[in-house]
C-alpha cells in the first residue's frame, strides 16, 4: 500500500513540475495559456459586483502572509498540545516555509509583471507575480491541514467536510487574486499547480519514511526469529 502511495507520489510531483515548468514559459514568453491572460482579466473586471468586493477582499485577506504566518504558528501550537507529538506541527511547520520559499525563488527567477495597478482594488502590490503566493501559500496550509485531519480521529463527515472546506478556501482566494487585479490567472494556476507539487513531494518522503521504519522493523523481527 506504501509502495503504491509512493509511486502515486512520484506521478503527482512529475506531472505537476511538467504543468508548473510549461506554465512558467508561457508567462515569460506571453503565449499559450498566457495569451489569454488579459481577456481573462478583463472578464473579471466587467463582472465586479459592489457589493461583493468587501467579502473578495476579505478573503484575499486570508491569503496574506502575515496572516498565514499567525494561524501556522497557532496551529503548530494546538496540534503539539493535543496530540502530544512534534511531528504534525513540524509537517505544517517545513510545508509553509517550503511554500514561502517556492514563491520566493520562482518570483525572482521568472521576474513577470502584475497587471496594472490603475484595475487593482485595494493596496497595489509593487512585487512580482508568478507565481501567486496568496495561492500558493494558502493552499499549502488548508490542505495539509485537511491531510492531518484524515490522519485523525475524526469522523469520515469530519474529515471529508474540512477537504471541501479546505478546497473551497484554496479556490476562492486565488480567484480573489484575479478579481481584485493582482494576479494574471496563469499566476493563480501555477500556485495552484506548485502547492499540490510540493504536497505530493511531502507526501511522498513521509511514505518512504514509513517504508524504511517497516523495513527495520521486518529486519529486527527476522533475526530475533
Known sequence: MRTARVVAGLAVVGLGTTVFANLADAATEGDDLAAFDPQLTTTFMNHRVAALTPLVRAITHLGEIWVLTALTIVVALLLRFFTQRWRPALFLTVGMLGAAALTFGFKLLIGRHRPDASIVVGTVSTGFSF????????????????????????????????????????????????????????DVLAGWTLALTWLALLGTVQSLKGERVRGGEDRDRASLG
Open 131 to 186: 507565481p501567486s503566493g496568496h495561492s500558493l501559500s494558502s493552499a499549502v496550509f488548508f490542505l495539509l491541514l485537511a491531510a492531518l485531519l484524515w490522519h485523525s480521529n475524526a469522523t469520515r463527515l469530519t474529515k471529508l467536510a474540512g477537504t471541501a472546506a479546505a478546497l473551497l478556501l484554496s479556490l476562492a482566494i486565488g480567484l480573489s487574486r484575479i478579481y481584485l487585479g493582482y494576479h494574471w490567472a496563469t
